[in-house]
T-cell receptor, first 112, second 113 residues
Framework: DQQVKQNSPSLSVQEGRISILNCDYT??????FLWYKKYPAEGPTFLIS?????DKNEDGRFTVFLNKSAKHLSLHIVPSQPGDSAVYFC???????????FGKGTRLSVIA | DTEVTQTPKHLVMGMTNKKSLKCEQH?????MYWYKQKAKKPPELMFV???????INESVPSRFSPECPNSSLLNLHLHALQPEDSALYLC????????????FGDGTRLSIL
């Protein structure tokens, strides 16, 4: 039973345009959400997080939106750059005793 | 440069061998984690250490034995592994609490012959 779902295995975007990566979750106890980026042969790198008391968090080119009623979050990257090409993992947890649960990842390709 | 260092980067071992994976962090984090990741899959949690004590074991077979000698080091001792244990093993650390971002090492690519 997948508690965190990333339904798009891959996404291609033109350089300079917006990339939107989506993530859905089923466990209403999750109250903390993160996005990680992973290049080949490297470990996941933390990008941005959001707690359930917010619906938006922004850090430079990266913005995460949270829609609690829909149990949906998205990562917006604008403008997209070729160096953003990587696998992006969505993860969810809570401030209690529940470790992070990861989605299967979405491979983003930014085309120059 | 990653702030969590894992050694070795690659390891090939036979099913009867004993080896250890090592992880080190100097960020003052009090929680450390071992994950296993197979190709095209998300990381799967194996163990969590909190303040050098094992707090979570996700029903991992006993052929994997974690050890936390001090707050900066985390080891994973391997013995009598199976070919299906071949995977990328990732170490991570974080401030205490699951609502803190985890910082990952680059992993050890393990192949079991």
């Amino acid at each position: 039973d997948q508690q965190v779902k990333q339904n798009s295995p891959s996404l291609s975007v033109q350089e300079g345009r917006i990339s939107i990566l989506n993530c859905d979750y089923t466990n209403s106890m999750f109250d903390y959400f993160l996005w990680y980026k992973k290049y080949p042969a490297e470990g996941p790198t933390f990008l941005i997080s959001i707690s359930s008391i917010k619906d938006k968090n922004e850090d430079g080119r990266f913005t995460v939106f949270l829609n609690k009623s829909a149990k949906h979050l998205s990562l917006h990257i604008v403008p997209s750059q070729p160096g953003d090409s990587a696998v992006y993992f969505c993860a969810a947890g809570n401030s209690g005793n529940t470790p992070l649960v990861f989605g299967k990842g979405t491979r983003l390709s930014v085309i120059a | 440069d990653t702030e969590v260092t894992q050694t070795p980067k690659h390891l090939v071992m036979g099913m009867t061998n004993k080896k250890s994976l090592k992880c080190e962090q100097h960020m003052g984090h009090r929680a450390m984690y071992w994950y296993k990741q197979k190709a095209k899959k998300p990381p799967e949690l194996m163990f969590v250490y909190s303040y050098e004590k094992l707090s979570i074991n996700e029903s991992v077979p006993s052929r994997f034995s974690p050890e936390c000698p001090n707050s900066s080091l985390l080891n994973l001792h391997l013995h009598a592994l199976q070919p299906e244990d071949s995977a990328l093993y990732l170490c991570a650390s974080s401030q205490e609490g699951f609502n803190q971002p985890q910082h990952f090492g680059d992993g050890t690519r393990l192949s079991i012959l």
